[in-house]
């Protein structure tokens, strides 16, 4: 059963250029999460997805960055005209629909996508 | 807004002595989580806690959960160079039904010396 699966681990965009992270998760996961790490920091919640639907966004910058994940394939963060500060690392994690013990409640993350904005 | 506070937030041991990371939260949730983080890598799970009083323990790493403190543990025994990392707690926003959104501490780096 493969993980958390993001892509590309690492991306290097010059400003004003857009960004496109991939994730798909864990086989039997319906829910997706995006967080930002930020250098030194702790990650922060993003967005929060199942198939065809944004459930919670409320920590996704209001301006130029949008999130989706459709019927088929993988779940893409989109960064337009990117700037420095958004240079970080972008994780997405998944859970299964009905947690149930231990392992049902536990997040998974992928291996993170780093943003480096030039 | 729910607020997760790690102390230290760096500890530098020594191999073989006892340590403790301290994670507080400030209103009530109903799942916590420990996150191990090496540079440049993903979060390993360690730990969730999923009621008060909840103990968990895996080889030098022992985690607990006091929902009433609103407080969890990690306990580090005899300290071992691979635990070289940097240790997050994330808190589960209640009321978000079966999904989980986390707050997650600033981390706390423990770095093992000789």
């Known amino acids: ?87 970080a690392a972008y994780f997405c994690a998944s859970s299964p629909p009905n947690p149930v013990g231990d392992s049902g409640n536990t997040i998974y993350f992928g291996e993170g996508s780093w943003l480096t904005v030039v | 807004e729910l607020k997760v506070e790690q102390n230290p937030l760096f500890l530098s041991m020594q191999e073989g002595k006892n340590y403790t990371i301290y994670c507080n939260y400030s209103t009530t949730s109903d799942r916590l989580y420990w996150y191990r983080q090496d540079p440049g890598k993903s979060l390993e799970s360690l730990f969730v806690l999923l009621s008060n009083g909840a103990v968990k323990q895996e080889g030098r790493l022992m985690a607990s959960l006091d929902t009433k403190a609103r407080l969890s543990t990690l306990h580090i025994t005899a300290a071992v160079h691979d635990l070289s990392a940097t240790y997050f707690c ?24 000789l």
């Open chain 1, 1 to 87: 059963n493969a993980g958390v699966m993001q892509n590309p681990r690492h991306l290097v965009r010059r400003r004003g250029q857009e960004a496109r992270l991939r994730c798909s998760p864990m086989k039997g996961h319906s829910h997706v999460y995006w967080y930002r790490q930020l250098p030194e920091e702790g990650l922060k919640f993003m967005v929060y997805l199942q198939k065809e639907n944004i459930i919670d966004e409320s920590g996704m910058p209001k301006e130029r960055f949008s999130a989706e994940f459709p019927k088929e394939g993988p779940s893409i963060l989109r960064i337009q005209q990117v700037v420095r500060g958004d240079s």
């Open chain 2, 90 to 113: 994330a808190v589960n926003i209640i009321n978000t039904g079966t999904a989980s959104k986390l707050t997650f501490g600033t981390g706390t780096r423990l770095q093992v010396t």
